[in-house]
């Protein structure tokens, strides 16, 4: 009975160690610092702490990784993609290498510049529209204009008599008058000379 105790209470003893452990590793997961591969150099990450065996991945300079364990020259790593391996400590920097910095920053600049230039002639077509519109409400400021001087001139066309008009009436009036003098004057003549015409 004493030996089966000491068997509970070895393995009792061991679960708070084993939940120690566990918890020590996930809190270093948890406060794992981001760590880069220095300038200009290639850097394999190996599964064995003792870098033999296959490489896991091959890292370029400015590879952003998760630092987990460091242990002298090796460092336990976790990359972007989730692979975990060893690689070595002394091409670790934690401040991003400057070239990576000026590769992104190039890349923002091109992106900026090409974002300018898009916008630039964005404002060009605008500014183009804009003028188009300016010339169009110009042009119809103008019809305006124009429009309101023929309907003034059509007002004062509605109360006058043309010109045409008035001499066309006079040339009936006069020409009624001629043929209506000459055929009193002859009915007179002939009625005082029994019917017959004397000039």
Do not use: C
């Not at 270093?28 to 290639?42: F, G, K, N, P």
């Not at 993609?81 to 590769?103: C, F, I, M, Q």
Request: net charge neutral.
């Amino acid at each position: 009975m004493n030996s089966s105790l000491k068997l509970r209470n070895s393995g009792s003893a061991k679960l708070p160690r084993l939940f120690l452990a566990a918890t020590l590793l996930f809190s270093a997961a948890a406060a794992a610092e981001s760590v880069y591969v220095t300038d200009m150099l290639r850097l394999d990450m190996y599964a064995s702490e003792d870098m033999t065996g296959p490489v896991i991945l091959k890292l370029r300079s400015g590879d952003r990784m998760d630092l987990l364990e460091s242990k002298g020259r090796y460092a336990f790593v976790r990359s972007d993609d989730g692979r975990e391996g060893w690689v070595k400590s002394l091409y670790l920097v934690e401040e991003e290498p400057a070239r990576t910095r000026v590769n992104k920053l190039e890349q923002a600049n091109a992106s900026l510049e090409a974002t300018v230039k898009k916008l630039r002639s964005q404002l060009a077509s605008e500014q183009a529209r804009v003028k188009q519109l300016v010339v169009t409400d110009e042009e119809a400021t103008a019809l305006r204009e124009e429009n309101a001087e023929l309907t003034e001139q059509m007002s004062q066309t509605e109360t006058s008599v043309p010109i045409v008009w008035f001499f066309l009436i006079m040339f009936v009036t006069f020409a009624g008058g001629l043929v209506g003098g000459w055929y009193f004057v002859d009915s007179r003549i002939r009625s005082r000379h029994g019917g017959y015409r004397i000039y």
